[in-house]
């Protein structure tokens, strides 16, 4: 079922005009980065650790978009994007939206391919 719920999550950052790409973003001995959102010359980006497991990568995915579906005009103003990075607090509450967006996502997908059988309609 992971392979349909990533298949799902890529359909949907695509039709969000968000293009994922997979890369080796950190030595995982030093750091734990596994995903990130950002927007570069008016495309929006996700990157996601290629190392890690497709269930990491599920929940990465989830959780880069609710950057997106969340955070977007803040992380993408340099002000923010700059206040983010340099306030803990701030940085950890906006993770922390992240997360509980890529958990909802993720049981809303699970519920619905499980009561359906089928793939939900287009999610956003």
Not at 67 to 93: G, I, K, P
Request: charged share 30%; proline share 1%; with cysteine.
């Amino acid at each position: 079922m992971s392979d349909e719920v990533i298949s799902i999550l890529l359909e949907t950052a695509k039709n969000l005009g968000i293009k994922v790409i997979e890369t080796q973003l950190s030595d995982h001995s030093k750091s734990a980065v596994c995903g990130i959102y950002t927007r570069h010359e008016k495309q929006d980006l996700i990157f996601i650790e290629q190392n890690d497991s497709l269930d990491e990568k599920m929940f990465t995915l989830a959780h880069e978009l609710g950057h997106h579906v969340l955070h977007r005009h803040e992380l993408n103003n340099r002000h923010f994007r700059s206040y983010y990075w340099s306030n803990n607090e701030y940085q950890l509450e906006k993770e922390i939206d992240a997360d509980h967006f890529a958990w909802k996502l993720l049981s809303f997908i699970y519920q619905e391919l499980r009561n359906n059988k089928k793939k939900p309609q287009r999610i956003f």
